[in-house]
């Protein structure tokens, strides 16, 4: 053996060995030559075959998580030396066995690895708790106390728990989706999933839409809520007797979006981790900071906890499916999920969903440690008194402006801005991920460093012009939102119930059509809530007019 420079591999059925150069394989065209079953067989080692899924034309098919290798013998010859590269291990011989049978053969769509979701594939258990919780820590939990006014202490906390619970099951089923040992296949995209179980109609009416407005929805809105937030860091840094020409508010949104333009030139969804981490970070201090000053300082005068009243029915019916809208739209990531799987290495010894699932409950853990003492420390400070424009945010500056320290109020500024800028990353990498799909599949190479940085440029000053354009985006957010619960809350329990076939009346077939059938209708109506609001409070236009 270690006379030769070639190293003969004995490869059985229940053994796997993960080959990288196969140019150097010759493959043969004629057919194999008959096999004698009573004559002894020598077991060479194998090339696999190359194949490109020419069911997915957009180039994203993923491993293969086969148990078996995918031989074609047809096309390659029985007897195979494969030279190992330099760096191959030792261990890489027929006396290593043990080791080789943990190993698997995957193949791999050559397209993907051009893709910036699944560029690299190396990613951890920390980097999915730190993806996690920048983007499922956000702005819009800021307004949870708002939804108590209304529903009151019991109703609001049970509402926040049940949906905590409901949001964290349809995330495992995600995880658990991933990967399919039956297709051979790991869906490293939402619109992949949806697309393979569903087919492309459904995936265009259905998913299309709202998994766009929660990319690109969400990074207009980080626009604006950054760019604000630098503005007021900057006012209460310069205080009263700034003499100095303030920036306009259009202008601290263009400050803010060159600086995320500028951050976006991170190649891939792994190379973001760390940014991930200081978004995390950032985001559970402000959280932190908020109910922290709300608690200390006491509670306002004239504090009430009695539900709001409004003058008719409807208005009321109204006003509580607008309350548990806010606490749906609190909880957001599952449009991320698939993606942050995707970036961590797989095999059937160790398959992604577990450290994947590890990393989710530790960072869903510290969810729940900053959401709920931050509805019920906000609700029990300010009461119907909480603002319902900002929440949280608005209040502390508005109730607590004068007797609080400059230093907390500009760290809570500075923090919304860091998470503002960290959380548009990974919001912004699926839509990256699809303009560069476009070009990869149309020209079959991969996409040059200098229109990777043009697409992402023009994607982030297209969300400026938005944010600038149409500030009054948000009087719709309700409406649009109630079109994007259903990634949460309804569409992973359909994709399971397709997938995975449970048995009739079973626990798991009655568990998915129940949650999914309620979370469709919570959606219909949330959006009929959402126009009922657009209509009865009418909306001011002003293009290019942000306040």
Not at 117 to 132: D, M, P
Not at 320 to 344: P, R, V, Y
Request: proline fraction near 6%; charge should be neutral; charged fraction near 15%.
């Amino acid at each position: 053996m270690a006379e030769s420079n070639q190293r003969e591999l004995d490869i059985h059925d229940d053994e796997f060995i993960e080959v990288d150069d196969f140019s150097a394989i010759p493959v043969s065209t004629a057919s194999p030559p008959e096999i004698d079953s009573a004559a002894p067989q020598d077991h060479g080692a194998s090339a696999p075959s190359m194949q490109t899924d020419q069911s997915n034309p957009s180039g994203m098919s993923s491993p293969s998580l086969s148990e078996k290798p995918l031989l074609n013998l047809s096309i390659v010859p029985v007897n195979i030396r494969v030279t190992p590269r330099s760096y191959t291990p030792n261990f890489f011989t027929p006396l290593g066995s043990p080791i080789r049978r943990a190993i698997q053969l995957t193949k791999f769509d050559p397209q993907d690895a051009w893709l910036p979701i699944t560029e690299s594939r190396n990613g951890n258990a920390y980097y999915a708790a730190f993806h996690s919780l920048c983007s499922g820590i956000g702005i819009p939990a800021l307004v949870l106390p708002v939804s108590f006014t209304v529903l009151g202490w019991t109703w609001g906390i049970i509402s926040l728990t049940v949906a905590f619970i409901w949001q964290l099951y349809t995330l495992w089923l995600l995880v658990k989706l991933h990967e399919s040992k039956e297709t051979g296949m790991r869906y490293s995209r939402y619109l992949q999933l949806f697309s393979s179980t569903f087919g492309d109609k459904m995936k265009n009416i259905f998913a299309v839409f709202p998994i766009y407005y929660l990319s690109g929805g969400t990074c207009c809105a980080l626009i604006i809520v950054g760019g604000s937030s630098m503005k007021l860091f900057y006012e209460i840094l310069c205080g009263h007797e700034c003499t100095s020409k303030p920036l306009t508010t259009v202008e601290w949104y263009l400050v803010f979006t060159c600086a995320a333009v500028v951050l976006s030139q991170l190649p891939n969804l792994n190379s973001i981790a760390g940014v991930s981490l200081i978004g995390a970070i950032t985001a559970i201090g402000y959280c932190t900071i908020m109910w922290l000053v709300a608690v200390t300082e006491g509670r306002l005068d004239g504090v009430s906890y009695d539900p709001k009243k409004e003058n008719s029915n409807t208005a009321m019916i109204f006003s509580i499916l607008n309350s548990l809208g806010i606490i749906a739209f609190a909880f957001k990531g599952h449009n991320l999920t698939l993606e942050i799987q995707a970036t961590m290495p797989s095999s059937d010894k160790k398959p992604s969903h577990v450290p994947m699932w590890r990393g989710v409950k530790i960072a869903y853990f510290i969810i729940a440690l900053c959401l709920f003492p931050l509805a019920i420390g906000g609700y029990w400070a300010y009461g119907h008194l909480i603002p319902p424009n900002g929440g949280m945010l608005t209040a502390i500056y508005q109730y607590h402006g004068r007797d609080t320290s400059k230093f907390i109020l500009a760290l809570t500024s500075l923090f919304v801005v860091v998470n503002a800028v960290s959380s548009f990353q990974i919001f912004g990498m699926p839509m990256f991920d699809d303009m560069e799909s476009k070009y990869i599949t149309r020209f079959n190479k991969p996409c040059p460093w200098w229109l990777r940085s043009i697409s992402r440029a023009m994607f982030g000053f297209g969300c400026f012009f938005i944010a600038v354009a149409i500030p009054f985006l948000g009087s719709f957010a309700g409406l649009i939102g109630g079109i994007a619960i259903p990634i949460t809350f309804a569409y992973p329990c359909f994709l399971w119930l397709k997938i995975k076939k449970p048995e009739k009346f079973s626990f798991m077939w009655l568990l998915n059509w129940t949650l999914g059938l309620l979370g469709t209708a919570l959606s219909v109506i949330l959006i009929a809530a959402g126009i009922y609001v657009v209509i009865d409070t009418g909306i001011q236009v002003s293009f290019f007019k942000p306040q």
